[in-house]
Structures are given as structure tokens and as C-alpha cells.
């Protein structure tokens, strides 16, 4: 995964001013793909940018910017696919793409759709879960899930 240049920051009612979205480390030219399936529903300018919107069904689309987009509206896209490139103007100071979510409206971290961000829990080498159940009661139901 690209390096996380700025994170998710919505703010406390939705008029005022957050961050609606995450900064991922991008080059100009860097190819974009599509994070999960759907429909392409805007591919063109906001302001000063160039912006996709891929609509994933169920209330959830994805917008991408500044981004050159390869594929029209109402094309059909599979995960993985190819659908533009990071635009020049970046929405950091630095080379980035700024990736934002909606979910029936509402901005929600893309972070949560890509990552598992549960605690991990390391084993010690060499050990069985089963002789290690004797540790303190937090890590034996962490363990036991």
C-alpha cells in the first residue's frame, strides 16, 4: 500500500471544514485502479481537478483526485481494473492522491475498506496456542476468538 501522507479527519457537523478522505503517496502518471467493482458515474472537473467517482453499489462510491480518468461514465469496472492515472495540480503539496468513501452520503475512512485494523496478537515461537492459555486473561480471550 502506498505510504499514508495525510488521514482521514471528518469533521463534527458536515458543513465545517475536515479532511473527507485520505492523501496516499502518488507520483503524476502513477496508475489508479479500481478498489472493488461498480459503475463509473462522474469522471471530470471539480474546481481546479479532475475527479472519478465509481458508485460500488449498496450506498458506496469511491472518488479519486486529482485523476485522469482512462475509462467514461457508465463503464462497468471489475477490482483491479485500470482507470485512470494521478493529474497533475495534487491536491497535497507533494506528488498524492486524495481517496474519499461515501456510504449512503456520509464520508467514511477508505482506510477501513482495505486494511484489517484489529490488534494482532504474535505468538511466541515454538509454542502452541493451547500452551499458552495459561497468559493473562486478555490475551486468553483475544486468543480464543
Given amino acids: 500500500m502506498p505510504a499514508l501522507i495525510r488521514s482521514f479527519d ?4 458536515r458543513w465545517l471544514a475536515g479532511h473527507r478522505g485520505v492523501d496516499l503517496a502518488a507520483p503524476a502518471g502513477a496508475e489508479i485502479k479500481a478498489p472493488a467493482g461498480g459503475r463509473v458515474v462522474f469522471a471530470g472537473w471539480v474546481v ?8 460500488h453499489g449498496g450506498g458506496l462510491k469511491s472518488s479519486f483526485e486529482p485523476l485522469e480518468s482512462s475509462v467514461p461514465v457508465g463503464t462497468a469496472v471489475a477490482k483491479g481494473t485500470a ?15 486524495h481517496w474519499g468513501v461515501r456510504l449512503d452520503g456520509d464520508y467514511k475512512d477508505p482506510l477501513r475498506y482495505v486494511s484489517d485494523r484489529r490488534p494482532s ?8 496456542t493451547e500452551q499458552i492459555t495459561g497468559l493473562s486473561g486478555s490475551v486468553a480471550n483475544l486468543l480464543s476468538r
Fill in 48 to 55: 481546479d481537478r479532475r475527479v472519478l467517482t465509481i458508485d
Fill in 10 to 13: 471528518p469533521p463534527a457537523q
Fill in 83 to 97: 482507470v485512470g492515472s494521478v493529474g497533475s495540480g495534487s491536491h497535497c503539496s507533494t506528488g498524492c492522491l
Fill in 121 to 128: 496478537v504474535l505468538l511466541p515461537a515454538g509454542r502452541s
